[in-house]
T-cell receptor, first 115, second 111 residues
Framework: EPEVTQTPSHQVTQMGQEVILRCVPISNHLYFYWYRQILGQKVEFLVSFYNNEISEKSEIFDDQFSVERPDGSNFTLKIRSTKLEDSAMYFC?????????????FGNGTRLTVT | QKEVEQDPGPLSVPEGAIVSLNCTYSNSAFQYFMWYRQYSRKGPELLMYTYSSGNKEDGRFTAQVDKSSKYISLFIRDSQPSDSATYLCAMNKAAGNKLTFGGGTRVLVKP
């Protein structure tokens, strides 16, 4: 069964550094998402991406965050200058046609630790 | 009032029992409802996906949606120790829209 893959599984970075989290969504999907989960808290929406542009973003997704689909298969989340509070699990997800029968499928996440 | 509410548990049941999980929501604009299973340090794994009120069955899993009461349920029959996980409800207003998650219910199935 096709799946969403994310790399790396764990990233440790120092405060103020830039990080790029990578995702390969399911190949025929059209919608791409990033969510995050701080330890012990709810899964929170960050951003959705469709047709090469952001379709929706949350208040969390400020100017420090950006997303890109650099080629036909990858989808990346960049955090420009990491803060301690950015430490969380970051999940990439994708969904299909957007016509109704399109539940989100998630990857196994990247655990980001900011020290 | 939170948009989506879910009892955090933990819910402990003996192997073979029926597990009953539920979520309530406040926004009547939600149209699509999902249940995910999440093991520790892993991503949410889709279990059930439903649209509109009614029941949907898939193997040992049954999902119910009651839009008039803004209440959704997931039942797991013949529960196994491998079903021990956190179960997340999630919903959105339209396909392609962001998901709003409940906080998850931790389930422990004891052998």
């Amino acid at each position: 069964e096709p799946e969403v893959t994310q790399t790396p599984s764990h990233q440790v970075t120092q405060m103020g550094q830039e990080v790029i989290l990578r995702c390969v969504p399911i190949s025929n999907h059209l919608y791409f998402y990033w969510y995050r989960q701080i330890l012990g808290q709810k899964v929170e929406f960050l951003v959705s991406f469709y047709n090469n542009e952001i379709s929706e973003k949350s208040e969390i997704f400020d100017d420090q965050f950006s997303v890109e689909r650099p080629d036909g298969s990858n989808f990346t989340l960049k955090i420009r200058s990491t803060k301690l509070e950015d430490s969380a699990m970051y999940f990439c997800a994708s969904s299909g046609t957007g016509l109704g029968n399109s539940p989100l499928h998630f990857g196994n996440g990247t655990r980001l630790t900011v020290t | 009032q939170k948009e989506v509410e879910q009892d955090p548990g933990p819910l402990s049941v003996p192997e073979g029992a029926i597990v009953s999980l539920n979520c309530t929501y406040s926004n009547s604009a939600f149209q699509y409802f999902m249940w995910y299973r999440q093991y520790s340090r892993k991503g949410p794994e889709l279990l059930m996906y439903t649209y509109s009120s009614g029941n949907k069955e898939d193997g040992r899993f049954t999902a119910q949606v009651d839009k008039s009461s803004k209440y959704i349920s997931l039942f797991i029959r013949d529960s196994q120790p491998s079903d021990s996980a956190t179960y997340l409800c999630a919903m959105n207003k339209a396909a392609g829209n962001k998901l709003t998650f409940g906080g998850g219910t931790r389930v422990l199935v004891k052998p």
